[in-house]
């Protein structure tokens, strides 16, 4: 059984630090590519962060320069380092994984159940 549980979220202040973190289970994780996605109330499902099994990395645009994504294949966790947060970065965060990587989330086989995120200006 595939899981995916993502812990860190909470409410700051704009300009404040959190720290997303993601254990996996049930599947062979260094070699899968893991990603963040976040999702906030009326809009779509978005990318964030991805790190491949070759530990290739990319962000949206967005959160470049502000967002830190890595991985531990030893801990099968993947982490997110949100620095200098925006209010238009509240949403509910999610862990992802898939066999390779895909811009859109619908691409992506397996999921968490998400984190929220607040930030209040």
């Known amino acids: 059984q595939v899981q995916l549980v993502e812990s860190g979220g909470g409410s700051v202040q704009a300009g404040e630090s959190l720290r997303l973190s993601c254990v996996a289970s049930?599947?062979?994780?260094?070699?899968?590519?893991m990603g963040w996605f976040r999702q906030a109330p009326g809009k779509e499902r978005e990318r964030v962060a991805s790190?491949?099994?070759?530990?290739?990395?990319r962000y949206e645009d967005v959160v470049k320069g502000r967002f830190i994504v890595s991985r531990s294949n030893d801990k099968n966790s993947l982490l997110l380092q949100m620095n200098s947060l925006k209010p238009e970065d509240t949403a509910r965060y999610y862990c992802?994984?898939?066999?390779?990587?895909?811009?859109?989330?619908?691409?992506?086989?397996?999921w968490g159940q998400g984190t929220q995120v607040t930030v209040s200006s």
């Open positions: 790190i491949d099994d070759d530990d290739k990395i």
């Open positions: 049930g599947i062979p994780y260094r070699s899968y590519t």
């Open positions: 992802a994984a898939n066999h390779y990587f895909y811009f859109s989330p619908e691409n992506w086989d397996w």
